[in-house]
């Protein structure tokens, strides 16, 4: 029996009942742009409520709420970013999480307003999946503005994931790599920056190259990394000492799985290495948090499969594969990193 009384309970009931309450003021802040307005300065809430030509009559507790939360701090009737917001909300921050507030707020929110409806049947609910496979995300790209926002939310976590396998894998014996689905390379590109020896190729559909273009120019390693286009079913993958794949293989069935990772063995060079990421179940924790992010996936596309590190282990054997170690990678998502040799 708890030992917590029946109001205490209950409140605990209602602050997840509520908690979209906070994304979506989150979500709301970043599509009204008050994190890059404050980042130009302290502003009063009129002074906001003008700039932003808001109207809503209780836009001061708003404001108020996001102080709460942490999001803005207030001095008498200046408002400013705190230190979080001015870090990972400010667009221009290296580290913007933004764009991933923004995807949820367009189409996850929208989604899993319908998931009693998913449970029933067994669909997705968004708008991204007109025939499953690669065509579902030929379609979506086809929107260069939607295709932009939904590479600011990829960038938001590989940018983490790209320090965790800079930080836990020895690159200095490599000359080469290759990321699988890499959209447009910032995972690529911040290895490389901090391996400058590396050469990297990029595989993901055409439609992404101007993106990928533009950021290899921001980041100056365009001379570094090569965006190579293509559905990754249909041609050979580039040769190379270490494949990266993550956040790919989920989205597959068996079969299509089976297909990438003997894609792999082929491109990996003997004594080379693959590595992969992803929101992996694991028996031996009781991490509700990636079961709800692969919840999250079946809710994007009907495509998206079961796939725990155990079958991950298993599937990577069975085609030759060795594993070597697994580990919970200190990022935003905590995804698991999975990292096997291909044999001399």
């Not at 009559?57 to 001015?86: C, F, H, P, T």
Request: proline share 4%.
């Amino acid at each position: 029996m708890s030992d917590r009384n029946p109001v205490a309970r209950a409140r605990a009931i209602m602050a997840i009942n509520n908690g979209y309450f906070r994304s979506k003021v989150l979500q709301s802040a970043v599509d009204l742009g008050v994190f890059d307005l404050l980042a130009a300065g302290p502003a009063t809430a009129e002074e906001i409520r003008d700039r932003l030509d808001l109207r809503h009559r209780l836009l001061r507790e708003y404001l108020d709420a996001m102080v709460d939360m942490g999001l803005l701090e207030r001095e008498g009737v200046l408002y400013r970013n705190s230190a979080d917001a001015a870090e990972f909300l400010v667009s221009t921050s290296p580290t913007y999480l933004g764009g991933t507030a923004s995807q949820h707020a367009r189409l996850h929110y929208h989604a899993w307003g319908r998931l009693a409806d998913s449970l029933r049947d067994g669909h997705a609910k968004s708008d991204v999946r007109p025939e499953g496979g690669t065509q579902a995300f030929v379609e979506f790209y086809e929107d260069a503005e939607r295709a932009r926002r939904l590479m600011q939310h990829v960038d938001a976590h590989n940018t983490f994931m790209a320090d965790e396998l800079v930080r836990h894998f020895d690159w200095s014996g490599h000359r080469t790599f290759t990321d699988i689905g890499g959209a447009r390379g910032n995972l690529a590109a911040r290895i490389v920056m901090a391996n400058p020896h590396l050469r990297a190729n990029v595989v993901d559909l055409p439609a992404l190259e101007p993106l990928f273009d533009e950021l290899m120019a921001t980041l100056g390693v365009a001379d570094k990394v090569t965006f190579h286009g293509g559905d990754f079913f249909a041609r050979p993958l580039p040769v190379t000492d270490v494949v990266v794949i993550g956040h790919v293989l989920p989205d597959w069935p068996e079969a299509e799985r089976t297909d990438i990772v003997k894609r792999c063995y082929d491109a990996v060079r003997p004594g080379g290495t693959l590595i992969v990421y992803d929101a992996l179940v694991d028996e031996n924790l009781n991490d509700h948090d990636t079961l709800l992010r692969r919840l999250n996936s079946t809710m994007i596309r009907d495509d998206h499969q079961p796939f725990s590190v155990e079958e991950c282990h298993e599937l990577l054997k069975e085609h030759g594969f060795q594993p070597e170690r697994c580990f919970v990678s200190d990022t935003i998502a905590h995804d698991h990193v999975l990292i096997a040799h291909k044999p001399e």
